[in-house]
């Protein structure tokens, strides 16, 4: 671990040097070709060992704490070499019920054409993980906090847990971002990010790292190389400078999205907040001893008398996309987007309304979110 703080790291490390020019930035490296020395030191953009992606390796390691970091052009890409890199045929994982879609199409998908089998734990709770070791479970996979209703999983249990038995943890560390929470930390042993979300924080750069002691990051290495999901020399290059921002981008979501919380909470159209920063939220205490901000993701049940529809299309600064994260503020509806492949039966099971909107907060003047979000409330109501 560095000794220098967040804001420093972020800035300085990591940056490759420029001899020639000496310009005070990294320059990029598009070349796929480098001259062949040894057998040992084969310089390829698929063994993640080019310049700027060694770099940004660097970086992210230092910013959740870890020994090495591995970097890729998805957080898909880093899911997938991640799990299949510490799985083998016969082996058992216990999931968090409440993962990213994404990754559990995958388990869903692909899992048993390579005979792993997995379950998902009912609840959050130590006992419900617990209560899904069998014999030849190896690992156990969380998420926290989750999406779209921000739970929250108390990672050092979870690891003493695995511990006890001799498991490996994996964490989705994306909607915390590494200025908010580092699992490392609390005994978490692999740590995942899609960099398309806050690492990257424009909405315009697809990626993922994963971050992990010595030992994990070589076995998950040995996979990457054979899987494939290489970053592009572009992408890196432009998540370096990016992360040079992520502390002040990520403070400032924090800022705004507890505004948005505590303003909506006492919204007369607005029926319930899920937001751990608030002391209403069922996690809050968990999310209190493990994080140090509670991040720029807040979710809101609207009013049954407003029109879903109609309220994005009344948003005027708030964008109804799908992803999350960037500098500017989105607004995504759960039903259509990411759980809609669940069944409403599913959807009702896990929580998630007809009326369940998920806010991710940019770094606009919190006046005029909330009086975008305000407005949008007002004309939305259902023709009676
Ligand atoms: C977006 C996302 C992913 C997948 O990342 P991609 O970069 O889209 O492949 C994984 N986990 C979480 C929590 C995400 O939000």
New binding site residues.
């Given amino acids: 671990m560095s000794q220098h703080k967040i804001e420093t790291i972020c800035l300085h490390h990591g940056t490759v040097e420029d001899p020639i020019h000496k310009g005070a930035i990294s320059p990029i490296y598009m070349s796929t070709a480098y001259q062949f020395n040894d057998v040992k030191e084969k310089k390829y953009p698929r063994y993640i060992n080019t310049p700027n992606q060694e770099g940004l390796c660097k970086k992210i390691a230092a910013i959740e704490g870890g020994e090495h970091a591995l970097v890729f052009g ?3 890409a880093a ?1 997938t070499t991640s799990l299949l890199s510490h799985l083998n045929s016969g082996d058992h994982v216990v999931f968090y019920n409440d993962i ?1 879609g ?2 559990r199409n995958l388990i869903k998908k692909e899992f048993s054409n390579y005979n792993i089998s997995y379950s998902f734990a009912a609840g959050s709770s130590v006992d419900d993980f617990k209560a899904c070791i069998k014999k030849k479970t190896k690992g156990i996979y969380i ?1 926290s906090p989750s ?1 779209p209703l921000l739970k929250i999983v108390d990672m050092k249990a979870i690891s003493d847990l695995a511990k006890s038995n001799n498991l490996w943890t994996m964490i ?1 560390n ?2 915390a971002s590494p200025i908010n929470q580092n699992p490392i930390a609390f005994g978490i042993d692999i740590v995942i990010h ?1 960099a ?2 806050y690492l990257g924080g424009h909405s315009d750069i ?3 790292a994963v971050i992990a002691s010595r030992n994990h990051i070589d076995r998950i290495y040995e996979s990457a190389k054979n899987l494939g999901g290489t970053i592009s020399e572009f992408s890196a290059w432009l998540l370096e400078r990016s992360i040079k921002t992520l502390p002040i981008r990520v403070r400032e979501q924090n800022k705004n999205a507890l505004e948005l919380a505590n303003f909506l909470e006492k919204h007369s159209q607005v029926s319930k907040v899920f937001y751990p920063g608030l002391v209403s939220h069922e996690d809050h205490e968990i999310a209190k001893n493990q994080m140090s901000g509670y991040g720029g993701m807040l979710s809101i049940e609207i009013s049954s008398k407003i029109d879903p529809s109609l309220f994005f299309k009344n948003l005027k600064i708030i964008k109804p996309v799908m992803s ?1 994260a960037g500098v500017e503020s989105t607004a995504n509806y759960p039903k259509l987007t990411s759980h809609f492949s669940l069944t409403q039966e599913e959807r009702d099971h896990q929580g998630i309304s007809d009326h369940l909107i998920r806010l991710s907060a940019g770094i606009e003047s919190i006046e005029d979110l909330k009086s975008d979000i305000d407005n949008a409330l007002k004309t939305s109501v259902y023709e009676s």
């Fill in positions: 998805s957080g898909m899911v990213y994404g990754t998420e999406n989705d994306t909607f899609s398309t979300k697809s990626a993922g999350l």
